[in-house]
């Protein structure tokens, strides 16, 4: 599937909230790896009993298929400076990670970032209402979801009042 066609590329932290909405909206199997609850299995040992191996390389396979496709879905969704940030993760997992510590508002200055730039906000000339209110409201969720991952306190709903 041609990703690109439907996901804009993630090319800095001002396209991460929207970006990463649309991955993990995707794909169940491939968001799993890319949250690390689908993981590669263990060896197992060379004289494990046959349905033992057999449902290892089950296991084995669903995880492989699962993690290309997660990786795929990422590659082809990046620009190619974003992309040299994470080409060498091998697990789509790893490549998930690096882009969230990137852009991801859980440090401090990214959350003066994003708080900066909620405040000073303003209407763009020629925009549509509804898209001036998503990106709004986009702000909005990239800032508190930063403040709770820091466990400070979000900011009340009243704030936005849209």
């Not at 401090?108 to 409201?137: M, N, S, Y």
């Not at 979801?145 to 704030?159: F, H, I, Q, T, V």
């Given at each position: 599937?041609?990703?690109?066609?439907?996901?804009?590329?993630?090319?800095?932290?001002t396209?991460?909230?929207?970006?990463?909405?649309?991955?993990?909206?995707?794909?169940?199997?491939?968001?799993?790896?890319?949250?690390?609850?689908?993981?590669r299995?263990?060896?197992?040992?060379?004289?494990?009993?046959?349905?033992?191996?057999?449902h290892?390389?089950?296991?084995?396979?669903?995880?492989?298929?699962?993690?290309?496709?997660?990786?795929?879905?990422?590659?082809?969704?990046?620009?190619?400076?974003?992309y040299q940030?994470?080409?060498?993760?091998?697990?789509a997992?790893?490549?998930?990670?690096?882009?969230?510590q990137?852009?991801?508002?859980?440090?401090?200055?990214?959350?003066?970032?994003?708080?900066?730039?909620?405040?000073?906000?303003?209407?763009?000339?020629?925009?549509?209402?509804?898209?001036?209110?998503?990106?709004?409201?986009?702000?909005?969720n990239?800032l508190n979801?930063?403040?709770?991952?820091?466990?400070?306190?979000?900011?009340?709903?009243?704030?936005l009042?849209?």
């Open positions: 599937m041609d990703f690109s066609r439907h996901i804009k590329p993630l090319t800095g932290e396209d991460w909230p929207m970006w990463k909405r649309k991955i993990l909206d995707y794909h169940e199997g491939a968001v799993e790896v890319i949250d690390d609850k689908l993981k299995p263990e060896s197992i040992d060379a004289d494990a009993q046959e349905t033992v191996r057999k290892h390389k089950e296991l084995c396979d669903l995880y492989r298929k699962a993690n290309s496709y997660a990786k795929l879905m990422i590659a082809s969704t990046v620009t190619d400076a974003v940030k994470i080409t060498y993760r091998e697990a997992f790893e490549a998930w990670e690096a882009l969230k990137q852009y991801e508002a859980t440090s401090k200055d990214q959350l003066f970032k994003i708080c900066t730039e909620f405040f000073a906000f303003r209407w763009a000339p020629g925009e549509v209402v509804l898209t001036h209110i998503a990106k709004l409201r986009s702000l909005w990239e979801n930063g403040l709770e991952a820091k466990e400070e306190s979000k900011l009340p709903d009243l704030m009042s849209l």
